[in-house]
């Protein structure tokens, strides 16, 4: 009966460890399975002597992962930016160019922006004489920087159709290359430092619902890249 009594309950115990074992806390699995594929782990306790609060270092390098802090190229480059874009400012309002040529920052450096009616007559690419002395100023500042430039034309959704310009496409391609041709002609600009490219109507600033938002979106766009991005475009040639 002792010997009987024994068997039966060693099965209840390992029966009870089955039941046991089958009922795992899938969270508390997780976080430990977690911890063994961290590298922390390993990093934390590389020597004999144990960290007086391993926990607490843990949240703390967490926290730092967490947060993500700016890095020093990021802050150089706004700096960079913050200059140039002081510069061209400085530029306009020296030149009364405020009114007819406006200046935004981007990611890629600062955008002039010139309205049609400024440059061009409508439907054409050949720059108006009226439009030239404000091409003469961009030139002149142009040359005080060595930054590389993207020159960018756009046109409304209104469909064009003749035998110069087939399309919106021909036409706001024919825009910029007639800019950064005039640019180089009046100017002792280095042609590496240009590139253009036509939009068409694919990147309006306002809807195209308007005469008023059609005559906004004929525009061309002088892009004054960050100097970081002139290397690259360096680089890529």
Not at 5 to 11: A, C, E, F, N, Y
Not at 47 to 69: C, G
Not at 159 to 187: D, M, T
Not at 188 to 204: C, E, H, I, K
């Amino acid at each position: 009966m002792v010997t009987y009594s024994d068997m039966v309950t060693l099965i209840l115990v390992f029966f009870i460890l089955l039941f046991s074992m089958s009922q795992i806390d899938l969270e508390k699995f997780e976080a430990i399975s977690k911890s063994f594929r961290n590298d922390m782990i390993f990093d934390s306790y590389s020597s004999l002597v144990p960290l007086e609060h391993p926990s607490r270092n843990q949240e703390t390098e967490t926290l730092t992962k967490e947060i993500a802090l700016p890095s020093m190229d990021d802050l150089e480059e706004k700096s960079s930016l913050d200059r140039l874009m002081q510069e061209v400012n400085t530029y306009l309002n020296d030149n009364n160019l405020n009114e007819v040529i406006a200046a935004n920052r981007t990611d890629q450096g600062v955008e002039l922006i010139l309205q049609e009616r400024i440059l061009f007559a409508s439907g054409e690419a050949e720059i108006l004489d009226e439009g030239k002395p404000f091409l003469d100023k961009i030139g002149s500042l142009l040359l005080e920087l060595p930054n590389h430039i993207y020159v960018e034309g756009h046109t409304d959704n209104r469909p064009i159709a003749n035998y110069r310009y087939p399309s919106n496409w021909e036409l706001s391609g024919a825009r910029a290359s007639s800019v950064i041709r005039y640019l180089l002609q009046e100017n002792n600009l280095d042609s590496n430092r240009f590139s253009s490219v036509g939009y068409a109507d694919t990147q309006p600033i306002v809807p195209n619902d308007s005469a008023d938002n059609w005559s906004k979106n004929r525009r061309v766009e002088i892009v004054i890249l960050e100097l970081e991005e002139t290397i690259r475009e360096g680089d890529n040639q």
